[in-house]
């Protein structure tokens, strides 16, 4: 696939659904925070809030790519100021065990990430989503989504 | 469809023992806001559709009082008994609903609030076709996250009716204080041997010239006599455990060598043979081994500094009443509070580090700070309040005060302007221009900060008895090699010149900077800091006084700096913010806590090890048990069962399932 022109259309039909767990404080924040300066991201991004990243399992990630979800993130606070002490560690600890598992299964490793953001700057989760999007598109064009099989 | 049928048959087999879940939907315009991108009409028709909705509407404007009006009618027309509003953040007006649905007599967390403006129509303004799906999907979320919502409890904890105050400076003494007055107990600990903190070392306080010691004895002399304040000198915090109404410290008091029935004669000073530089002074005077910082010092009894001492025990035998005794030891005290206010104030920046202003370096006695110069103008000065050279005690003919020495400094790491330097340096230039008419007194400034009433009038009353006002921050303090005299280098930016200045003295505007010591205590508090090193605030406009962990309260200068007003003003914020859960003798915590399954629950003790606030404990049976007071709903432990005994009430795995089908593509269809 890598061969051929890939147009755009084609990749923004195929990114539809991107499940993003959000922690209720600096995740949730700088969600806000983007919003109320207006920082345009892809209209994919779906954002679920949850009280800590820690509080996201495995369950909560297979569940939403067997729903349909093209990825999946975590977005927490920045390491060292979790408003819970340590979630977000926790959080990148389980995301790595979850990346090996899509390895070792097969999978690309891309479509599952933690990322972290602060409250004062929407820019913070901007970046994040452009990120997920960016890991998205460059599947799609070169080697195919999780939905493909790869 | 087939899917929402099958989902309601569901719901509705799932409910027969349980209410039904009657869901009522509000989409809100938002003005054009949401209504401008999102197509609100149709995302309310789509969600009339979704199982178990009674009322699905779009208003103007939610948060209104029409619109909170419309949720209650709901309630008590349709029997809705869980709601879900599509408007704005939870943060935002999620409580303005929760409020209005617990007044209508249902438990405030059956509200789901979607955020369909910052989450979607204000970030995808340039699709709205795709802004109305994904707000289509979101409300669905929100339906389905509502739909299993269960009663959260309030439950009421005790609070301990007693507070630990740290600092006894002006801050700290006005807070134990107010405190004390409205009859809480009140321990009072300070790192030095006497209260009353920078305050007791100034002159003359600024805009009216009043003399501080004045203004701040009956303080000090209250606290020090109040019967339900419990003064600690000397005393430092060893350890804080708890939360928010219930603490546990523990207080270091280090001996005084000299005990209670000292009555300050100050015989054992007299002969002591040690003299050193007095801190209090700022080494501007000399004191002894055993001393009092200063005459009007509370409390009155001597102390020892055990450092400096070479126990030739001479204090002990002059002593007329036996005060004085090397055998005392350190002792550590527990004490149990309901609240916390810090008030550890400021330190002096050390303007060593600006190496072009050769502060503290040999030859340059002459360069001093403004806290010097203020112990040099005190009555109870080594020079008679006359302002003499430290090098040789000649009268200065030329002083150059040099201003925001450490502050508006990027190069050493500090942006931020301390704001009161303007107003001490003007307030010392006019009183040192006043005493000596023909010495030249000359403020170098970026620019004169002095907002507020009466300071633009003392600005201007030291205009006119002449102190001259440079605009320009001096480059270097250089000395002359032939005759030792000093010069500071200097650019009037206003007419663009270049200038000597020959300066006698030179007195730096120092900044406030956090104290020494505060990162051990900051970390025993479990508090946040701003990146300048002050204690940080809650929030900056709407609760500048309450810290980042709830029971801890800043008041003064450890917040940022301030003046003398504004720091009482402080002060007397935080009393009262700390007394507040003191007086009613209860706060209220939402039982927002995690559930164990004993059936499925194997005892492993995964969640016992994975809790950072150490809420879950193991019981004599080796069951895991919450500790529900403890615990602050982060729900790590839910991942971490292997067996999905333990959930979060209202964040279960089966609540988050149904909110996370609607959003990642499976459960919505859209047309």
């Known amino acids: 696939m890598s061969n ?18 959000m922690c209720n404080e600096c995740g949730q924040g700088s969600a806000n925070t983007a919003g109320v300066a207006r920082m345009a991201y892809d209209a994919a991004i779906r954002i679920i809030r949850v009280q800590c990243t820690g509080q996201v399992g495995p369950i909560q990630i297979m569940e ?17 100021a979790c408003h819970f002490f340590n979630g977000n560690i926790i959080s990148m600890h389980r995301i790595k065990l979850m990346k090996k598992v899509f390895k070792e299964l097969g999978y690309s490793d891309e479509f599952v990430n933690q990322y972290t953001s602060r409250a004062a700057e929407g820019e913070t989760a901007v970046g994040d989503f452009e990120d997920i999007i960016d890991r998205l598109t460059t599947a799609i064009t070169e080697k195919g989504t999780i939905k493909d099989g790869c | 469809m087939a899917v929402k049928e099958e989902k309601m048959e569901e719901s509705k087999v799932g409910s027969e023992d349980s209410e039904e879940p009657r869901i009522g939907v509000f989409v809100c315009h938002c003005g054009h806001n949401i209504a401008g991108t999102v197509d609100v009409a149709k995302v309310a028709n789509y969600a009339k559709d979704l199982p178990n909705v009674v009322k699905a509407e779009h208003y103007m404007f939610m948060c209104s009082k029409p619109g909170v009006q419309m949720v209650k009618d709901s309630i008590k027309e349709l029997g809705v008994n869980r709601t879900v509003v599509a408007s704005c953040s939870k943060n935002q007006h999620g409580r303005t609903f929760a409020r209005a649905i617990a007044e209508e007599g249902i438990n405030k967390h059956r509200h789901q609030q979607v955020n369909v403006r910052e989450y979607c ?17 979101l409300v669905e979320a929100g339906v389905n996250r509502a739909r299993k919502l269960e009663d959260v409890e309030t439950r009421r904890v005790q609070t301990t009716k007693a507070a630990l105050v740290i600092g006894a400076g002006i801050a700290g003494l006005r807070a134990s204080n107010d405190l004390a007055e409205l009859g809480i107990p009140v321990f009072l600990v300070e790192k030095n041997s006497t209260i009353g903190g920078h305050m007791t070392q100034l002159n003359k306080t600024f805009p009216t010239l009043e003399c501080p010691q004045c203004s701040i004895s009956p303080l000090t ?16 915090i060893k350890s804080i455990e708890g939360s928010l109404g219930n603490f546990e410290v523990e207080i270091e008091i280090k001996p005084r060598y000299v005990k209670d029935n000292c009555t300050s004669c100050g015989e054992c000073s007299l002969h002591c043979p040690v003299e050193v530089p007095s801190e209090w002074d700022k080494g501007m005077s000399m004191r002894n081994a055993i001393y009092k910082a200063y005459p009007q010092a509370i409390p009155a009894t001597f102390v020892r500094d055990k450092k400096t001492c070479i126990e030739c025990n001479t204090c002990i035998n002059v002593c007329p009443v036996q005060a004085v005794d090397f055998s005392m030891q350190p002792e550590t005290k527990t004490v149990k509070v309901g609240s916390i206010v810090v008030a550890v104030g400021y330190d002096e920046y050390d303007p060593t580090e600006i190496e072009p202003y050769h502060y503290g370096q040999d030859g340059y006695e ?6 010097k110069l203020e112990r040099m103008l005190s009555p109870t000065s080594l020079t008679n309040s006359e302002v003499l050279r430290p090098s040789d005690g000649k009268l200065p003919k030329s002083i150059v005060m040099i201003q925001c020495v450490g502050s508006r400094n990027e190069q050493v790491g500090n942006k931020y302007c301390t704001g009161v330097c303007c107003k001490f340096a003007i307030k010392n230039a006019r009183i040192v221009k006043e005493m000596y008419p023909d010495t030249d007194v000359t403020v170098c400034y970026i620019d004169v900060r002095t907002p507020g009433l009466n300071f633009e ?76 090193g002050f204690l940080k605030e809650f929030h900056i406009k709407m609760n500048p006084t309450l810290s980042s962990k709830g029971g801890i309260f800043l008041a003064g200068t450890i917040q940022g700096p301030k003046d003398i007003s504004e720091t009482v003003a402080h002060a007397g914020s935080a009393a009262a913010l700390a007394a507040a859960p003191l007086v009613k003798g209860y706060i209220e915590k939402e039982m927002l806590v995690p559930s164990i399954d004993y059936d499925l629950c ?16 193991i019981d004599e049976n080796g069951r895991p048990t919450v500790n529900e007071i403890a615990c602050r709903s982060c729900g790590m432990c839910m991942p971490s069962c292997p067996t999905n005994a333990i959930q979060l009430i209202n964040f279960t795995d089966d609540q988050l399932y149904d909110e996370i089908i609607a959003v990642s593509g499976g459960g919505a269809v859209c047309e």
């Open chain 2, 221 to 236: 002399n209250g606290v020090a006599n109040h019967p339900l304040i419990e003064l600690y000198t000397n005393a430092q």
């Open chain 2, 602 to 617: 194997v005892n492993c003790g995964i969640c016992k090890t994975i809790c950072a606030p150490a809420a879950i404990d």
């Open chain 2, 366 to 371: 002459d360069v001093i700070t403004q806290l």
């Open chain 2, 457 to 532: 009038e003392m600005y201007q009353s030291a205009q006119e008895v002449g102190v001259r006002f440079i605009r320009g921050r001096p480059s270097e303090i250089v000395k002359d090699p032939i005759t030792g005299e000093l010069k500071v280098i200097v650019e009037d930016t206003l007419s663009m010149t270049p200038l000597q200045l020959n300066a006698d003295m030179v007195v730096l505007s120092a900044a406030m900077v956090p104290p020494k010591g505060i990162g051990p205590l900051g970390s025993k508090l479990k508090v946040l800091r701003s990146k300048e």
């Open chain 1, 4 to 21: 051929c022109e890939v147009p755009d259309e084609y990749v923004q039909e195929r990114i539809n659904n991107i499940v993003v767990f």
């Open chain 1, 64 to 80: 939403a790519l067997t729903n349909g979800a093209d990825a999946v993130a975590c977005v927490g606070c920045c390491l060292g």
């Open chain 2, 121 to 137: 129509s204000w970030v995808h303004q340039k699709d709205k076709a795709k802004a109305t799906e994904k707000a289509l999907q």
